[in-house]
């Protein structure tokens, strides 16, 4: 049964949040999903006005970009390494309700990502979940 989306709720606000991918190993596969209720918000990027709009994806300490495919959707982001271990940010919002923002990753050993928000940070790898408060 396809899992029905349910579109943010009407007192959602944007939220800026920047993910920090360390040493995602060559040739594997990186996922990045925010929970799926109405509540728990949906990553965008951003309203059309003059200050919210758009993704952006760097090279982090100067590196370049180096990974085999970027897909992203209002549930996920997927990262597919290139030939090189890839250390990388993407800046991007969340549109939500609420002031605390969740879901789960799956990364490679060895693999991390930080969330980073106006109010706090949290970095975690492998399998797990995360959790960040936005303001």
Do not use: C
Not at 3 to 28: G, K, R, S, W
Not at 68 to 86: E, H, L, M, P, R
């Amino acid at each position: 049964m396809a899992e029905e989306f349910l579109p943010p709720a009407d007192d959602a606000l944007y939220y800026q949040l920047t993910m920090v991918f360390t040493n995602l190993p060559a040739n594997t596969q990186g996922t990045v999903s925010i929970y799926t209720s109405r509540d728990a918000g949906v990553f965008s990027i951003g309203e059309n006005s003059e200050t919210l709009g758009g993704y952006r994806l760097t090279g982090t300490d100067g590196s370049n970009l180096n990974f085999n495919s970027f897909t992203t959707n209002s549930k996920q982001v997927i990262v597919y390494g290139g030939d090189a271990d890839g250390n990388f940010s993407l800046n991007l919002y969340v549109l939500t309700p609420d002031r605390r923002v969740g879901g789960n990753v799956n990364l490679p050993q060895g693999a991390t990502v930080t969330f980073i928000s106006r109010a706090s940070s949290t970095t975690v790898g492998g399998n797990s979940s995360w959790s960040v408060p936005l303001s």
